[in-house]
């Protein structure tokens, strides 16, 4: 299976912008949905967008759309999360994650591959 390591987390103030990539490695790539998911302090994990693996057709929470883009570069082995217009309550943890099953979901469960996360502060 695929292994993820996670970059481009940071401080930032609020408003601004960060692009976090998710780089994997072992098997095809392509061939897995990937996701990006946060976790705050006390809170539990919550979806934040997925793409699928060959189309790669985007899905987000209602809280990003028009701020977050997902992208991912088969090439590359490599899933972005391109961040603008960053709150504070973006604050977290984010983690991507692989599904190598035939849909793409929303669900942390249905997600079998996890990388260690990236943190994101965002000031005010």
């Known amino acids: 299976q695929v292994q993820l390591v996670e970059s481009g987390g940071g401080l930032v103030q609020a408003g601004g912008s960060l692009r976090l990539s998710c780089a994997a490695s072992?098997?095809?790539?392509?061939?897995?949905?990937m996701g990006w998911f946060r976790q705050a302090p006390g809170k539990e994990r919550e979806f934040v967008a997925a793409?699928?693996?060959?189309?790669?057709?985007?899905l987000y929470a209602e809280f990003v759309k028009g701020r977050f883009t997902i992208s991912r570069d088969n090439g590359k082995n490599t899933v972005y999360l391109q961040m603008n217009s960053l709150k504070p309550e973006d604050t977290a943890v984010y983690s991507c994650?692989?599904?190598?099953?035939?849909?793409?979901?929303?669900?942390?469960?249905?997600?079998?591959?996890w990388g260690r996360g990236t943190q994101v502060t965002v000031s005010s």
């Open positions: 994650a692989a599904r190598g099953l035939d849909y793409i979901s929303r669900s942390v469960n249905d997600y079998h591959v």
């Open positions: 072992g098997r095809t790539f392509s061939a897995y949905h």
């Open positions: 793409i699928s693996r060959i189309a790669a057709i985007p």
